[in-house]
């Protein structure tokens, strides 16, 4: 069973920076594609940004150009730095864990996730 736990969430003016950390069982980690998806109140989950095996990255409009997805093989851990943060990024983040050959940025197909990590961002 995969275990996603995430971190490094909190409170940030607009155009401040975050990173979220996300552990990923070894198994998962090397084997699974990984993402990061956001859900803020009233509003349905959406994709921020994927990883596949091979580190190919996949970004939504909303946050390209400043935000980066990453991950650390030592650690495998899956990483989200989150710049030129805006009001409009505010929402939980969770990281997810699924099997495909590219890293999609639908939610309903990702099998394991995280227990989410808030990030609100101030006007």
């Known amino acids: 069973q995969a275990q996603l736990v995430e971190s490094g969430g909190g409170s940030v003016q607009a155009g401040g920076s975050l990173r979220l950390s996300c552990a990923v069982t070894?198994?998962?980690?090397?084997?699974?594609?990984l993402a990061w998806f956001r859900q803020a109140p009233g509003m349905e989950r959406e994709g921020v940004a994927g990883?596949?095996?091979?580190?190919?990255?996949t970004y939504s409009d909303s946050v390209k150009g400043r935000f980066t997805i990453s991950k650390d093989s030592g650690k495998n851990t899956l990483y989200l730095q989150m710049n030129s943060l805006e009001p409009e990024d505010t929402a939980m983040y969770y990281c997810?864990?699924?099997?495909?050959?590219?890293?999609?940025?639908?939610?309903?197909?990702?099998?394991?996730w995280g227990q989410g990590t808030q990030v609100t961002v101030s006007s």
């Open positions: 997810a864990a699924g099997r495909f050959s590219w890293a999609t940025l639908s939610p309903s197909l990702y099998k394991y």
């Open positions: 070894r198994y998962y980690y090397s084997t699974y594609c």
């Open positions: 990883i596949d095996r091979t580190s190919r990255t």
